[in-house]
C-alpha cells in the first residue's frame, strides 16, 4: 500500500520500499493514461495488478495505491476514505 503524491513520490508506504518506490513513481502515469501504452513496457505490466484511488484536499492530490492480492479494489477504497478523512483534518 502506498500513498504517493501527484509527482510519483512516496508520502507513506507499507511494503518492501523497492516496490513501493517503483508503484508510486508510475502512479502517476498509470492515472493520466488510458491507452497508447506498448505491451511490453513496464507500465503495461503492473496496470492489472494495480488498483489507483486518486484523492482530493484542498486542491492537493495524494494517490492511494495498492498492489497484488483479489481484495485490494476494496482495500484501496477504504484506505483513500481514511487518507482522506485524515488529510482534512490535519488541513
Known amino acids: ?9 512516496v508520502v507513506a508506504a507499507a511494503g518492501s520500499w523497492a516496490v513501493c518506490e517503483e508503484l508510486a513513481a508510475y502512479a502517476p ?5 488510458e ?27 495524494v494517490l492511494v495505491c495498492s498492489q497484488g492480492g483479489n481484495k485490494r479494489v476494496g482495500v484501496t477504497e477504504s484506505t483513500a476514505r481514511a487518507v482522506e478523512r485524515i488529510l482534512r483534518q490535519a488541513a
Open 1 to 9: 500500500m502506498v500513498v504517493a503524491d501527484d509527482g510519483g513520490l
Open 29 to 33: 502515469l498509470m492515472v493520466r493514461s
Open 35 to 61: 491507452s497508447d501504452v506498448p505491451s511490453a513496457s513496464r507500465l503495461a505490466q503492473m496496470r492489472p495488478k494495480v488498483d489507483i484511488k486518486a484523492v482530493d484536499v484542498d486542491g492537493q492530490t
